[in-house]
């Protein structure tokens, strides 16, 4: 039986995980080596437009990978022609692409990898493999979910995150700044960690979200955004009733220097991503998104006063 009495835990309302009926499991890209171990796929073709860390199974495992490049749209330049035993991993990038994911499903069906770690309220497609990051969209250190039809043969332990946590509470504590290098260090806790299963803590916080709330606040937030600035950005990703945007995609000619603008004034936008200035070439397409887009935030901790904050703040930057 279970424990009763003694000293409190930490108090979390017990609800139910949004992707429940997955595969629960540690990182995305631990995600990914589970679908390399258990299809063998001989070659993975791979956007450039991705982090680095979507490397560490291939490297791990010593399996083949193939770059493809991305257009203005986020989509494939050219099709890829795979052979038996190849498959194509997508991005659904900012969890606003999920009409061309499934016409890259219909097109390539199994042989089809979709990367959802920035669409995490995008619905798997029945029979393609698909994993999920928890930590891009809700307060946790760790933790992906994979919708995968195939059992990997080995005997999985289960993840421990209470070591990881402490950024999380330090930043409510203390300031985004002054856990800024805990976060970052975490962070790097995760490469070449063996796959393991989705810890109990992390569970249990992903069981006490209010998931509908969370998706009306990204949602509303986003059209504010879009709004406003429909007209000035130069990458155009529109807000279907199904998607849950991860962030703002901004694409800007001074991209750079907006960015730092924001950071003087407490704005975090992140970068996705540096890797890609090593991988690519300055006149690439996504050499330029690494460069000029601005990924604004509009999570469920913000509100309409928030977005017009970062609104005036763009306005002032343009003057």
């Not at 990914?32 to 560490?56: A, F, T």
Request: charged content about 25%; aromatic content about 14%.
């Amino acid at each position: 039986m279970n424990p009763i009495g003694g000293y409190f835990e930490l108090e979390l309302p017990l609800c139910c995980e949004y992707h429940g009926k997955a595969i629960a499991l540690n990182t995305g890209r631990n995600s990914l080596e589970y679908i390399l171990r258990v299809r063998g796929y001989k070659r993975v073709y791979l956007p450039y437009y991705s982090c680095e860390v979507l490397l560490e199974p291939f490297k791990k495992l010593g399996a083949e990978y193939t770059f493809y490049h991305i257009n203005e749209c986020l989509e494939l330049e050219e099709d890829v022609e795979l052979k038996d035993g190849e498959a194509l991993l997508y991005i659904n990038y900012f969890g606003l692409k999920q009409d061309y994911v499934e016409t890259l499903a219909a097109e390539y069906g199994q042989q089809l990898i979709v990367d959802n770690t920035q669409a995490f309220y995008a619905h798997p497609i029945e029979g393609i493999d698909t994993f999920y990051s928890s930590r891009k969209y809700f307060g946790v250190a760790d933790g992906a979910y994979l919708y995968c039809n195939k059992s990997l043969e080995m005997e999985l332990e289960q993840d421990q995150s209470w070591e990881r946590m402490g950024y999380l509470l330090k930043r409510i504590d203390l300031s985004p700044e002054a856990a800024y290098a805990d976060f970052r260090a975490r962070s790097a806790d995760l490469h070449n960690n063996p796959i393991r299963t989705m810890s109990p803590l992390t569970h249990r916080i992903m069981a006490s979200i209010d998931y509908q709330q969370a998706a009306h606040r990204r949602r509303d937030n986003y059209r504010l955004l879009d709004e406003a600035l429909r007209g000035k950005n130069r990458i155009l990703l529109p807000l279907t009733e199904d998607y849950v945007p991860m962030v703002y995609p901004y694409l800007e000619y001074q991209g750079d220097a907006l960015r730092k603008h924001f950071i003087d004034h407490q704005v975090y936008c992140a970068r996705y991503w540096p890797n890609v200035f090593d991988w690519c070439n300055a006149t690439d397409n996504e050499h330029l998104l690494a460069k000029n887009l601005v990924c604004i935030p509009v999570d469920q901790r913000y509100g309409e006063n928030d977005m017009q904050e970062i609104l005036d703040l763009i306005a002032r930057f343009q003057k």
